[in-house]
């Protein structure tokens, strides 16, 4: 009834939520569980009133009163990517939520995903954002952040009023320019807070350090969509300084858990997410499935939501840490038997393989894969025919079946359209 007039009013209730988030990563989670606990309460008396999760409840045989804690919420079932999908479809087509946010994921996984937010959802998300600017000591009100172009505007340069007095600078990064305009670009703006997609970071940082081009080092830099594995983190330090924030999320959550600098784990936003882990059986575990609870998103809520990435994790005084995140682990190696070879299964080979910087597979047919890949030149002992030559082997001997391997090396690889850098790319149905 009042999403129009909340609409207008987000940023006001940007700045009330942000006011309520925790923005330093506490000592003693005591008190931070405790919200967090509570909120799970509210969420489920609410979701148990929409007919699509009243149904999930009673198929499961589980009451709102039953689920006192976050651990609770393994007693229901995980909600997967396809059913949210044909869910907010189905929602959409009602009038109601005209007045709603539209959001619309990058399709990594294969098919954009329209997700429905309320304003208050959204505002929430959007002060959840600032907090993990806050959490590594940067003020998003006092600095200047600059984006990739899409994420917020067109146009780069003092747009309100506000950003005219010192407050809420943005400037903008054309991520599709040539590399040294984008170089001109951040150097002439001079970003206290730089953060675009992880594919495209490093298609600029890999041009910096082979052209020797000196580009301005913020003091906080965010590589989003993508995990940032460590010889990226390596990359990106060397070139962009040692301000690296590794802010974990999705589009259809917002971002749940943070790791700053050199911290060896993630710390979850307990007050506003609940993650579970769940093994191949979708059994409560240390290591596997990254499911991700929303607190904050009651109007039409995430319950259970399975991201589709994998986590290692550790409990301490019944507090999860995220020690490892291996990624995005829905595209796969596809055998003419029917069988298939995960990203998963070959990760370790590629973590341990330091002579190349960025790779990508595209399974051209059952028989045969061609790897693009960029040679760390810089560091590698070994030439390229070398580098080849072991890596075949070793991962021929995790593939159930033997591929025929090619390789296209190159200076950098370029993001699909979404921005984003897909591992593996299958040809064959």
Not at 30 to 52: C, E, M, W
Not at 285 to 305: E, F, M, R, S
Not at 307 to 314: E, M, W, Y
Request: aromatic residues 10%.
């Amino acid at each position: 009834m009042f999403e129009n007039l909340e609409k207008k009013l987000v940023n006001l209730l940007i700045f009330t939520d942000l006011a309520k988030m925790k923005k330093k990563i506490p000592e003693d989670f005591s008190g931070v569980k405790r919200i967090q606990d509570r909120r799970v309460r509210r969420l489920v008396r609410k979701a148990y009133r929409i007919p699509f999760y009243k149904e999930r409840f009673d198929a499961a045989g589980v009451k709102p009163e039953d689920i006192r804690t976050g651990a609770d919420l393994t007693r229901l079932p995980l909600l997967h990517k396809e059913e949210l999908r044909a869910w907010m479809k189905e929602e959409a087509k009602n009038p109601r939520y005209d007045n709603w946010y539209h959001d619309t994921t990058s399709g990594s996984s294969g098919e954009p995903l329209m997700i429905l937010l309320s304003p208050r959802e959204k505002a929430y998300m959007m002060a959840n954002w600032f907090r993990v600017m806050m959490l590594a000591g940067y003020n998003p009100f006092l600095g200047k952040t600059m984006s990739r172009k899409s994420a917020h505007s067109v146009s780069a340069g003092y747009d309100t009023a506000l950003q005219r007095l010192g407050i809420l600078r943005r400037g903008f990064l054309d991520q599709y320019a040539p590399e040294e305009e984008m170089i001109r670009q951040v150097n002439e703006y001079k970003p206290d807070f730089l953060y675009m997609n992880k594919t495209e970071l490093m298609r600029l940082c890999l041009y910096c350090r082979q052209h020797s081009s000196k580009i301005y080092q913020p003091r906080f830099f965010v590589p989003t969509g993508e995990k940032t594995d460590d010889i990226a983190r390596r990359l990106f330090k060397e070139v962009l300084g040692p301000g690296i924030i590794d802010s974990y999320g999705t589009a259809e959550t917002g971002a749940c858990m943070v790791k700053i600098g050199e911290s060896p784990e993630y710390v979850v936003h307990n007050d506003s997410f609940v993650v579970n882990i769940y093994d191949d059986n979708d059994r409560p575990a240390d290591d596997g499935k990254i499911v991700v609870t929303p607190l904050y998103k009651t109007d039409l809520p995430l319950i259970n939501y399975s991201i589709g990435d994998k986590a290692t994790s550790v409990t301490r005084n019944g507090v999860r840490f995220i020690t490892g995140v291996q990624g995005r682990m829905n595209d796969f190696f596809r055998y003419e038997t029917g069988e298939v070879t995960t990203f998963f299964e070959i990760a370790p080979i590629i973590a341990h393989c330091t002579d190349i910087l960025q790779i990508r597979f595209i399974q051209e047919s059952y028989d045969m894969i061609r790897i693009q890949c960029v040679y760390n030149k810089e560091e590698s002992e070994r030439t390229r025919d070398e580098v080849a030559a072991q890596l075949t082997a070793d991962l021929n001997r995790k593939f159930k079946h033997p591929f025929r391997i090619e390789y296209d090396w190159m200076d950098s690889i370029p993001p699909d359209e979404n921005g984003k850098l897909r591992m593996i790319v299958c040809k064959v149905k």
